[in-house]
């Protein structure tokens, strides 16, 4: 048996400029948090021939091709895996479609199983840029690469992505006592909202391929602030990381009509009013989780609890994608 974890992640910085439509034309840059919540993916070899799988579904197929999950199908397809007996589980903390990057977590920690099935090591580059390869290559979705990169690498990364596809990532400078304070101050509350992010980044991505000039000056200045952003960590100047969250939330609900709705702002706007320097919404938009920088945590927390949004307390993730488990 093989287990594998991958962790979750959140935007803080620069989100929407790893999209290929754009970066392949003007590169991208962004910063991104693993956190320790986690996509799990159990592998056992079944006594029986077929596969089963287990995931929000549950299905049997005798061959690959039968498989209607399309990322564990492409994923033992771009492997090769010969084994015609294998039960896939996958378990996850957080459900999909909440923003928080599930879809890149899963693709990573189920080809990190299969790789370990195959008593391969894999470096972790190696490893998002084939899950970069299924999901944008192959299955066509009009997302980034940003999901895939942090959740292969975990720690607080930023990632430069080349004009000619190639992904540079390196840890953020931050100092101890600054990942301590960042930690305690961060504080991610769950909207009750769940979408697909593909829904909401095509119309951005197909505005980046037509070249509309609104959205690529947009992410011109989201690329700017990231920048910025990693600045502000990596000097311990907290308060302008919060004045900065700020900011990027004003530019990303300026890209899609989807970002946001009436109930949306409102919570964002009770949050500032009660202690709150800068938030945005994690992910393409539309719902999932709002994160807050606040100094003042206690009188925030009573406030969005009296709202009725349910907060989820977190960590850092340090590791990345890794094998738990291979007995």
Not at 1 to 17: A, D, K
Not at 109 to 123: E, P
Not at 157 to 170: C, D, I
Not at 215 to 232: C, I
């Amino acid at each position: 048996m093989i287990i594998t974890r991958s962790p979750l992640r959140v935007s803080l910085g620069g989100g929407g400029t790893d999209l290929p439509s754009y970066s392949r034309e003007h590169g991208g840059f962004l910063i991104a948090g693993a956190i320790d919540k986690y996509v799990y993916i159990n592998i056992h070899s079944r006594f029986v021939d077929g596969f089963l799988l287990k995931y929000s579904q549950m299905e049997e197929a005798a061959s690959i091709d039968e498989i209607r999950h399309p990322i564990i199908r492409e994923a033992l397809r771009l492997l090769d895996i010969r084994a015609r007996n294998l039960e896939i589980t996958s378990m996850a903390d957080i459900p999909a479609g909440t923003g928080l990057g599930s879809s890149g977590s899963f693709a990573t920690a189920l080809l990190k199983a299969l790789h370990a099935h195959q008593k391969n090591l894999i470096h972790p580059q190696q490893l998002a840029e084939q899950a970069c390869q299924i999901e944008i290559d192959i299955l066509k979705e009009p997302i980034g690469k940003q999901d895939q990169y942090i959740a292969a690498y975990g720690g607080i990364t930023s990632f430069e992505f080349g004009k000619n596809g190639s992904v540079t990532a390196a840890p953020v400078a931050i100092r101890e006592e600054t990942l301590f304070n960042l930690e305690d101050n961060l504080l991610l509350f769950f909207t009750g909202y769940s979408r697909p992010a593909a829904a909401v980044l095509k119309d951005q991505d197909d505005r980046c391929s037509r070249g509309d000039a609104e959205m690529t000056e947009n992410l011109h200045f989201v690329k700017e602030l990231a920048v910025s952003t990693r600045r502000a960590l990596e000097g311990g100047d907290l308060a302008e990381f919060g004045r900065l969250m700020n900011v990027h939330w004003e530019y990303k609900k300026r890209r899609s009509i989807a970002m946001t709705n009436p109930r949306i702002d409102e919570w964002y706007n009770c949050a500032l009013s009660n202690g709150a320097s800068g938030g945005k919404l994690i992910g393409a938009g539309g719902g999932g989780f709002l994160m807050f920088y606040a100094e003042d945590k206690s009188r925030l927390r009573h406030a969005l609890r009296e709202q009725g949004l349910k907060e989820v307390r977190f960590r850092f993730d340090f590791e990345g994608t890794r094998v738990l488990s291979h007995e």
